[in-house]
């Protein structure tokens, strides 16, 4: 089965700042999906960034960037130049190749603050 | 265009009643996904509609739980009677059926926090 893993339960960062949050994955196969979520405080969780396993080339979205280690099956979220408006908890998902079903599985989230 | 929407926004019921929880998805969105976080832990699967078939549902706890979408419309997540550890937030999610993963990403709906006393 794959799982998911978050290690950071809780990340603060200075306004402008750059931050990266972590998340390793386990999985057997080679066909998969990788994506950061984002769920700002009462607020509906909404797609950051997604990553094509098959793709050697990190996605970027502005100010967000993955750096996707397959072999080392990691994949981390880096935010550059931080906002007010970044402060959220973020989540790593893995999702199956595309014709093996929907559903996402989710790490345990990471608590990200800003300080202004 | 409306989001994916989800009422109640709370509920708290006790021990042994029933609730339940509605999702509508976004217009045209065939597939239809629930998901619960319980206790700060990770967001866990439930259950995949595809417009009114259930396509999977291996995250489904156990049979106090039952979920329809009839008319492959909205759907409803009905806990039966309900236990303490029933206790989270449920999300809804929609996506389109499409040849390419960007036209199925999913989108989520505000959730539902359901409290069991």
């Known amino acids: 089965a794959q799982t998911v893993t978050q290690s950071q339960p809780e990340m603060s960062v200075q306004e402008a700042e750059t931050v990266t949050l972590s998340c390793t994955y386990d999985?057997?196969?080679?066909?998969?999906?990788l994506f950061w979520y984002k769920q700002p405080p009462s607020r509906q969780m909404i797609l950051v960034i997604r990553?094509?396993?098959?793709?050697?080339q990190n996605a970027t979205e502005n100010r967000f960037s993955v750096n996707f280690q397959k072999a080392a099956k990691s994949f981390s979220l880096k935010i550059s130049d931080s906002q007010l408006g970044d402060a959220a908890m973020y989540f790593c998902?893995?999702?199956?190749?595309?014709?093996?079903?929907?559903?996402?599985?989710f790490g345990q989230g990471t608590e990200l603050s800003v300080k202004p | 265009e409306a989001g994916v929407t989800q009422f109640p926004s709370h509920s708290v019921i006790e021990k042994g009643q029933t609730v339940t929880l509605r999702c509508d998805p976004i217009?045209?969105?065939?597939?239809l996904y629930w998901y619960r976080r319980v206790m700060g832990k990770e967001i866990k699967f439930l259950l995949h509609?595809?417009?009114?078939?259930?396509?999977?549902e291996s995250g489904m706890p156990n049979n106090r739980f039952l979920a329809e979408r009839t008319g492959g419309t909205y759907s409803t997540l009905k806990v039966q009677p309900a236990e303490l550890e029933d206790s989270g937030v449920y999300f809804c999610?929609?996506?389109?059926?499409?040849?390419?993963?960007?036209?199925?990403?999913?989108?989520f709906g505000p959730g539902t926090r359901l409290t069991v006393l």
């Open positions: 990553q094509e396993a098959y793709k050697q």
């Open positions: 509609f595809v417009k009114e078939s259930k396509q999977d």
């Open positions: 999985t057997s196969e080679s066909d998969y999906y």
């Open positions: 998902a893995y999702r199956r190749g595309f014709w093996q079903g929907g559903k996402l599985i």
């Open positions: 217009s045209g969105h065939d597939n």
């Open positions: 999610a929609s996506s389109q059926r499409g040849a390419s993963l960007h036209t199925d990403t999913q989108y």
